[in-house]
C-alpha cells in the first residue's frame, strides 16, 4: 500500500484471497492502518474446496465483510454469484462502504448485447458500482467494452484481459470508465499498465471525453518508443490527445472497428507498413509510390483515412546530414546528394526498406537488396531499378569501397542483441553504415562498424525524423523538435 502510494496510486486493491490471517483482528488493523482509500476484493465460493483461485469460502467471506462495512472501507467488492446473498447484509447495517459486484466474462466474442445484459443483472443487486474482467482474444474486441463504458447507467470499471486489452484500461477516462488498473513497477501483468506509466507517459490526470486517441498499429508493439515521445510532445504543447499502443492482429477489421472520429490517427509498424496500403481510403503519392504507410491520419472533415510515408525522408535525410558532416570536416561540400551515385546495400524488403530502397534511388544511388526471402528482394529490386542478390552473398559482397549499408531487418533488435546481419570484417567496405532497429541505439552492426572506421547512423535519428513528421500530420502544426530530441538523448 505504501510503495502504491508512493508511485502516485489514488486507491488501492487488496486481494483478501491471496492474504493470509491467522485471525480477523489482522484484517482489521490493516484496514485501520490504510494509508489510502481501499477496495477489500472478496473472491467468495460458494462451495467449501474452492475452485476459484484467490477465493475464500462464504464463511469467511461473510465474516469479511461485516468487518469492512463495520469500518467503513471505502469499497467492498464481491462475485456477482454471490452477491445478492450478501448485499442483505449491508442491508441490515448501513455503511459508508459501497459495493462493487464484479464478473468474469469468457467464452465466446464479447457482444454489446449480452455485456449490456449482463450490467443490467448486475446493477439489479443493488451494485453501487459494477466491474467487468473481459477475456479478449483480439483487440478489437474491446471495442464493445469501451461502449459500455460510455453507455452504463451505472458507474463501471471494465478490464479487458491480456496484452490486447491494454487499451480498456488507457482509454477508460476517455470513455467514461469509473477507474483506472495500475500495476506496481515490480509487477508485471498482461494488459495492467504500470501506475508509473499511468502517471508519466500517459498522463491519464488529462485524459477526458474530448481527447483525441492517436496510436502504434503493429504487432509486436511493446518495444515501441513512441508513446514516450508522442505523448511527451502532445502534452507539451498542450494538445488534447493521448498515444496508445494498439498491439493489432488482423489491420483491416481494426480499422472496421474503430472508425470513429475519436480515433484521429496511427503510427504503423512491423509487420502492417505494406498491408496498411490498402486499409487506406486515400494514400500520398510518396507511400503509393514506396507501396508502404507508416502514417494514417483520420481526415476531420469527412473521417476518410489517409496514408502517409515519413520513413523514407527520415532515413534517407539521417544519412545525408550524416555523409555531409563527414565532407564539411574533411573541408569539401557538395550541391548533389552524398548518395548520389554510390553503391546502397539494403538488407531487408519489408516495409522500412521499401522506405529506403525508394528514398535511395530518388537522390540517384545504385540499390542492391538483400533480403531472406529472394522473391522480395527481387520484387522491391525490380521497382527501382536496382540489383537483388542471394541473402548467402551479402557477406562477401564488396564490388567497390565506400558504399553505403542500411540495414532494414529486425536482426539485432532487442532481445536479441547480440546478432548482427553483417560479420565485422565485411563491413571494411562500407563508408556509412545505418541500422533502422533502434532499441537498443547502438547495435551490435554499429558498433561493429564504428570500429572499422565507418561514419554510424543509428536508427534512433530516423525514429525521431519519422515522429517529427507524423506529430506534424497528427495536430496539423510543427512539432517541438528541441524538446522530443532532448527526451530521446535522455531516454534512450
Ligand atoms: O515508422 C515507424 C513507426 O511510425 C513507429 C515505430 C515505432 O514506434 O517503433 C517504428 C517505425 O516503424
Given amino acids: ?108 466474442r464479447p457482444s454489446r448485447e449480452r455485456l449490456g445484459n449482463l450490467i443490467a443483472c448486475m446493477q439489479s443487486t443493488g451494485a453501487d458500482v459494477v466491474k467487468l474482467i473481459v477475456e479478449v482474444n483480439y483487440i478489437t474486441e474491446v471495442a464493445p467494452i469501451l461502449q459500455m463504458l460510455t453507455h452504463s447507467q451505472v458507474p463501471l470499471i471494465a478490464t479487458a484481459v491480456g496484452s490486447r486489452g491494454l487499451i480498456s484500461q488507457l482509454l477508460a477516462p476517455k470513455f467514461g470508465g469509473f477507474l483506472v488498473y495500475g500495476c506496481l513497477k515490480s509487477q508485471t501483468i498482461p494488459g495492467i499498465p504500470t501506475l508509473l506509466s499511468l502517471k508519466q507517459v500517459y498522463k491519464l490526470d488529462h485524459v477526458n471525453p474530448w481527447t483525441k486517441i492517436f496510436g502504434l498499429v503493429s504487432n509486436p508493439v511493446s518495444h515501441s518508443k513512441s508513446p514516450l515521445l508522442h505523448n511527451y510532445a502532445l502534452r507539451h504543447i498542450g494538445y488534447n490527445g493521448i ?153 562477401s559482397y564488396c564490388p567497390e569501397d565506400g558504399m553505403i549499408l542500411a540495414n532494414a531487418s529486425a536482426i539485432g533488435m532487442e532481445p536479441h542483441t547480440d546478432r548482427s546481419p553483417v560479420p565485422k570484417e565485411a563491413l571494411r567496405a562500407y563508408k556509412l553504415v545505418f541500422d533502422a532497429v533502434y532499441t537498443p541505439r547502438i547495435t551490435r552492426l554499429l558498433r561493429e562498424a564504428e570500429e572499422v572506421g565507418a561514419i554510424v547512423v543509428s536508427g534512433v535519428e530516423m525514429f525521431i525524423r519519422q515522429a517529427l513528421g507524423q506529430f506534424k500530420l497528427f495536430t496539423g502544426g510543427p512539432a517541438p523538435e528541441d524538446i522530443m530530441r532532448k527526451l530521446v538523448q535522455e531516454q534512450f
Fill in 243 to 395: 498515444y496508445v499502443p494498439l498491439l493489432v492482429d488482423n489491420l483491416k477489421e481494426f480499422f472496421r472497428t474503430y472508425e470513429s472520429m475519436d480515433f484521429a490517427g496511427f503510427s504503423v509498424g512491423i509487420p502492417h507498413k505494406e498491408a496498411a496500403v490498402a486499409c487506406c481510403d486515400e494514400v500520398h503519392p510518396l507511400a503509393k509510390s514506396i507501396g508502404a504507410v507508416n502514417t494514417i491520419v483520420r481526415r476531420p472533415t469527412d473521417g476518410k483515412l489517409v496514408g502517409y510515408n515519413t520513413d523514407c525522408m527520415a532515413c534517407i535525410t539521417a544519412i545525408e546530414d550524416a555523409l555531409r558532416e563527414r565532407e564539411v570536416e574533411n573541408g569539401g561540400i557538395s550541391h548533389s546528394s552524398p548518395i548520389a551515385g554510390k553503391i546502397f546495400v539494403l538488407v531487408g524488403a519489408g516495409g522500412a526498406g521499401r522506405a529506403l530502397a525508394f528514398g535511395a534511388k530518388e537522390r540517384g544511388a545504385r540499390v542492391v537488396v538483400f533480403n531472406r526471402k529472394f522473391e522480395r528482394a527481387k520484387a522491391l529490386a525490380a521497382a527501382v531499378s536496382g540489383e537483388a542478390l542471394p541473402y548467402e552473398c551479402l557477406d
Fill in 1 to 108: 500500500m505504501d510503495k502504491a502510494k508512493a508511485e502516485g496510486a489514488d486507491i488501492v486493491e487488496l486481494r483478501l484471497g491471496s492474504m493470509s490471517f491467522s485471525h480477523i483482528s489482522q484484517l482489521q488493523n490493516l484496514i485501520n492502518q490504510r494509508t489510502l482509500p481501499t477496495i477489500l476484493s472478496l473472491r467468495v465460493n460458494e462451495s467449501t474446496n474452492g475452485g476459484k483461485v484467490d477465493s475464500i469460502s462464504k464463511n469467511t467471506g461473510l465474516q469479511v465483510l461485516r468487518v469492512a462495512l463495520q469500518l467503513d472501507v471505502e469499497f467492498v467488492e464481491i462475485d456477482y454469484e454471490v452477491a445478492s446473498d450478501i448485499i442483505m447484509i449491508e442491508n441490515d447495517k448501513p455503511s459508508n462502504s459501497q459495493i462493487i459486484v464484479s464478473s468474469y466474462v469468457n467464452g465466446e
